[in-house]
């Protein structure tokens, strides 16, 4: 998991660096708000952001306003690092768009929380994402399928006797012909074992071949 860390405090940034480097996570650090920025806005950015709000260039409120405010891109989880620590502080940094609010100093079981909430925010917003890709990949397919989709419906007249199907202009025709021409279906011809025997069955070719296919089996 790779985070960004931007702060312009050196000790600061070098001692949460160090911090979550050692917990195993991958660090990417800035001493100003823009350069923050600019790797939050690009691609394939860090998914989780600790972020000082006084920074030169570009302070750490306005990268949450920004990012909240734009429009696709990944969700990415900011933590608003301040020495502020008010009530009115807090709820200005949220209602920002940041999504977590720590107050230097900053305890270390204190941070690795709010990362462990993070994580888990930003796997289940993963999970949605690629099921509503799945879903939408689905409906595709359906709508694809559907598209493809000619139906026959309702009360169909057929002969009795020969099988012809009358139309709606009064004209009968083959049922092959009546089908193909209201669906995407196309027929192939042959003849069922019951007309073979009613046609052929009294020629010897016939009967040859009838008797070859019993001692077969």
Known sequence: ????????????????T??????????????DGKSAFDALSGEKPPRLAIL???MPGMEGIEICRELNDREGGPLIYTILLTVKNEKKDIIKALDSGACDFLSKPVHSGELHSRIAVG????NSEDRLLQYTREVEDKNRELEKALSEIKTLSGLLPI???CK????????????????????????????CPECLEKLYGDQEWFKKRSRFKKEQK
């Open 159 to 161: 002969c009795g006797s």
């Open 18 to 31: 160090k911090n979550l480097e050692k917990s195993g996570y991958e660090v990417v650090s800035f001493e």
């Open 119 to 122: 994580l888990r925010l930003l």
């Open 164 to 191: 012809k199907i009358r139309d709606d202009e009064g004209y009968w025709n083959q049922i092959e012909i009546y089908i193909e021409s209201r669906s995407d279906a196309l027929f192939s011809h042959g003849l």
């Open 52 to 54: 000082d709000w006084i």
């Open 1 to 16: 998991m790779k985070i960004l860390v931007a702060d312009d405090d050196t000790m600061t940034r070098l001692a949460l």
